[in-house]
């Protein structure tokens, strides 16, 4: 097996305690902190957006056109008639406080008229924050109540200009962040990989270990997942990666991709109809199974589910009953690999097969819901049917927030049939008809907080008050929600102070295709160039 070159920092510390790096300096003024990995080329910094919220498309400029000949007075006068009764119509529905809006859309008055609608960095008479991340380092699974106060730019780290041509791969196990991306060995033709560790507790990230490596499956291409972690190793494509020293070795699968872990036990799959199982033992690795499966997909299992579990989640259940969700193609119906034994298991699927339909991952077995929505069957880890269920013919179910918790197939039928998350913080929905508001309800107590939609957001509104957002997330007293894609003709990433009523983002934020929650306080989004570290203004 190949090994890869490695540079290596101390990384006991970031990974056996949890209490937050001291001793390092605090920048002098309030700019942007910069750490550097141990190479690093210069790279240009990727433009940041504008901010455009609640825009509307700009008005084409009318073409010229021939003076038309003068109409007969009598027409004149019928015509202005008519106009003078509209006009009349709408004041008078004007005051009757409704109005219609194209396309079907419905502001809501209630929202448009909060005294702060403005969107924001931060909140206002904060005073001037000095760079770098001074938090807990701590991941309670909801968000802090500081993102109340806004958005602001803790560091940012230049990656290597070779490794951002094409956007390197994040992991983040506890408080270190693993980062995996293309590279190239000098003197040597095929693909490589470099890897590196940062230590994000401190107030600026601290590099572990840096390496390189080669493999015989490109950085370049996806999957998901796209790292499997094991007790003391993780696995990208075909390296397998010691996390104390970033010690890279390739492993005999090639060009196929890990998708699960257990005890001791690797399963990786081929994307076309296969999956294997791998042991390793006295240095060497060797094939403990494989089986043919329904085809597969060529870039995993980032669109099987419906995103209740935590992005990566392939494994259910525990020891012998331990399986893996086979990567099939949309078509099929859904398959399951026990990790032990390497048996393969069709789940039946509601609804007419070959329609389509989701599999949710539960930690003790999964879910499977038809295209529509509408109906569901439970399987233990084994693929035996424990249940099936409607979902009361909801138009859609309530956003969760997404806060890196293992539902079980219990908690996603619950969910399903009577919208309560008992895995999660809590949900979000908007409620009303015409007016919508936003909706909060935890499940701590069973509270409901609600609040207007913010006047910025509210021209988006449908008269249905439909809400699908692509991630939601809320602090433990619902005081503040964070909402990726709160529409879908507005794409920013939002936090809002659901008891005062203001709104923040920022360009910085906006600007990353990737993003991942770190702690409570942090989020980490990788541009162009490199990292940039979000925390909350007031913090």
């Given at each position: 097996?190949?090994?890869?070159?490695?540079h290596?920092?101390?990384?006991?510390?970031?990974?056996?305690?949890p209490?937050?790096?001291?001793?390092?300096?605090?920048?002098?003024?309030?700019?942007?902190?910069t750490?550097?990995p141990r190479?690093?080329?210069?790279?240009?910094?990727?433009?940041?957006?504008?901010?455009?919220?609640?825009?509307?498309?700009?008005?084409?400029?009318?073409?010229?056109?021939?003076?038309r000949?003068?109409?007969?007075?009598?027409?004149?006068?019928?015509?202005?008639?008519?106009?003078?009764?509209?006009?009349?119509?709408?004041?008078?529905?004007?005051?009757?406080?409704?109005?219609?809006?194209?396309?079907?859309?419905?502001?809501?008055?209630?929202?448009?008229?909060q005294?702060?609608?403005?969107?924001?960095?931060?909140?206002?008479?904060?005073?001037?924050?000095?760079?770098?991340y001074?938090?807990?380092?701590?991941?309670?699974?909801s968000?802090?109540?500081?993102?109340?106060?806004?958005?602001?730019?803790?560091?940012?780290?230049?990656?290597?200009?070779?490794?951002?041509?094409?956007?390197?791969?994040?992991?983040v196990?506890?408080?270190?962040?693993?980062?995996?991306?293309y590279?190239?060995?000098?003197?040597?033709?095929?693909?490589?990989?470099?890897?590196?560790?940062?230590?994000?507790?401190?107030?600026?990230?601290t590099?572990?270990?840096?390496?390189?490596?080669?493999?015989?499956?490109?950085?370049?291409?996806?999957?998901?997942?796209?790292?499997?972690?094991?007790?003391?190793q993780?696995?990208?494509?075909?390296?397998?990666i010691?996390?104390?020293?970033?010690?890279?070795t390739?492993?005999?699968?090639g060009?196929?991709?890990?998708?699960?872990?257990?005890?001791?036990?690797?399963?990786?799959?081929?994307?076309?109809?296969?999956?294997?199982?791998?042991?390793?033992?006295?240095?060497?690795?060797?094939?403990?199974?494989?089986?043919?499966?329904?085809?597969?997909?060529?870039?995993?299992?980032?669109?099987?589910?419906?995103?209740?579990?935590?992005a990566?989640?392939?494994?259910?259940?525990?020891?012998?009953?331990?399986?893996?969700?086979?990567?099939?193609?949309?078509?099929?119906?859904?398959?399951?690999?026990?990790?032990?034994?390497?048996e393969?298991t069709?789940?039946?699927?509601?609804?007419?097969?070959g329609?389509?339909?989701?599999?949710?991952?539960?930690?003790?077995?999964?879910?499977?819901?038809?295209?529509?929505?509408?109906?569901?069957?439970?399987?233990?880890s084994?693929?035996?049917?424990?249940?099936?269920?409607?979902?009361?013919?909801?138009?859609?179910?309530?956003?969760v927030?997404?806060?890196?918790?293992?539902?079980?197939?219990?908690?996603?039928?619950?969910?399903?049939?009577?919208?309560?998350?008992?895995?999660?913080?809590?949900?979000?929905?908007?409620?009303?008809?015409?007016?919508?508001s936003?909706?909060?309800?935890l499940?701590?107590?069973g509270?409901?907080?609600?609040?207007?939609?913010?006047?910025?957001?509210?021209?988006?509104?449908?008269?249905?008050?439909?809400?699908?957002?692509?991630?939601?997330?809320?602090?433990?007293?619902?005081?503040?929600?964070?909402?990726?894609?709160?529409?879908?003709?507005?794409?920013?990433?939002?936090?809002?102070?659901?008891?005062?009523?203001?709104?923040?983002?920022?360009?910085?934020?906006?600007?990353?295709?990737?993003?991942?929650?770190?702690?409570d306080?942090?989020?980490?989004?990788?541009?162009?160039?490199?990292?940039?570290?979000?925390?909350?203004?007031?913090?």
């Amino acid at each position: 097996a190949a090994t890869a070159r490695t540079h290596s920092a101390s990384h006991k510390a970031a990974t056996a305690s949890p209490q937050k790096r001291s001793g390092i300096k605090q920048a002098s003024r309030p700019t942007t902190a910069t750490a550097s990995p141990r190479r690093q080329p210069s790279a240009t910094q990727a433009p940041q957006p504008a901010i455009t919220v609640g825009s509307t498309p700009a008005r084409t400029p009318r073409a010229s056109v021939p003076p038309r000949q003068k109409k007969p007075n009598l027409l004149i006068a019928f015509i202005a008639l008519i106009a003078i009764s509209f006009g009349a119509s709408f004041l008078s529905s004007t005051r009757d406080g409704s109005s219609s809006t194209p396309w079907g859309t419905q502001t809501s008055s209630s929202a448009s008229t909060q005294a702060n609608s403005e969107v924001r960095e931060h909140a206002a008479d904060l005073p001037a924050r000095s760079p770098g991340y001074r938090g807990s380092a701590t991941n309670t699974h909801s968000i802090s109540a500081q993102w109340a106060s806004g958005v602001a730019t803790a560091w940012t780290l230049e990656l290597p200009a070779e490794m951002t041509q094409f956007e390197p791969q994040m992991f983040v196990e506890g408080q270190v962040l693993y980062i995996a991306g293309y590279a190239t060995i000098e003197g040597q033709i095929g693909s490589a990989v470099r890897t590196l560790a940062y230590d994000l507790s401190g107030e600026e990230p601290t590099l572990l270990w840096d390496t390189v490596g080669p493999t015989e499956s490109s950085a370049i291409k996806t999957y998901s997942p796209a790292f499997v972690s094991g007790e003391n190793q993780l696995f990208f494509h075909d390296l397998v990666i010691d996390k104390a020293t970033g010690e890279q070795t390739q492993a005999p699968w090639g060009k196929e991709f890990p998708l699960a872990q257990a005890d001791g036990i690797v399963v990786t799959c081929s994307t076309t109809s296969s999956c294997s199982g791998w042991t390793h033992a006295s240095g060497d690795w060797t094939t403990l199974w494989t089986t043919t499966t329904n085809p597969q997909t060529s870039y995993g299992l980032s669109n099987q589910g419906l995103g209740y579990a935590p992005a990566g989640t392939t494994r259910s259940g525990t020891g012998e009953l331990a399986s893996v969700l086979v990567p099939s193609t949309w078509e099929e119906s859904p398959q399951i690999i026990n990790i032990h034994t390497g048996e393969a298991t069709t789940l039946p699927e509601p609804g007419t097969p070959g329609t389509g339909h989701y599999v949710e991952v539960g930690s003790d077995g999964f879910i499977v819901l038809d295209i529509g929505k509408k109906q569901g069957m439970a399987f233990d880890s084994e693929g035996t049917l424990q249940s099936t269920f409607t979902t009361g013919g909801q138009v859609s179910l309530a956003a969760v927030s997404r806060d890196g918790t293992y539902p079980s197939t219990a908690d996603l039928t619950t969910f399903m049939a009577y919208q309560r998350a008992n895995w999660s913080t809590g949900t979000v929905d908007l409620v009303g008809e015409k007016d919508c508001s936003i909706e909060i309800t935890l499940t701590s107590d069973g509270s409901t907080h609600t609040t207007p939609v913010p006047g910025a957001l509210s021209p988006f509104m449908t008269s249905s008050c439909y809400f699908e957002p692509k991630e939601v997330r809320v602090s433990a007293d619902a005081s503040v929600l964070y909402a990726d894609t709160f529409t879908y003709q507005d794409k920013s990433r939002f936090f809002i102070d659901t008891v005062n009523g203001p709104i923040y983002t920022s360009p910085e934020l906006n600007a990353p295709k990737q993003i991942m929650w770190v702690f409570d306080d942090m989020i980490i989004g990788m541009t162009e160039s490199g990292l940039k570290a979000f925390v909350p203004a007031s913090s």
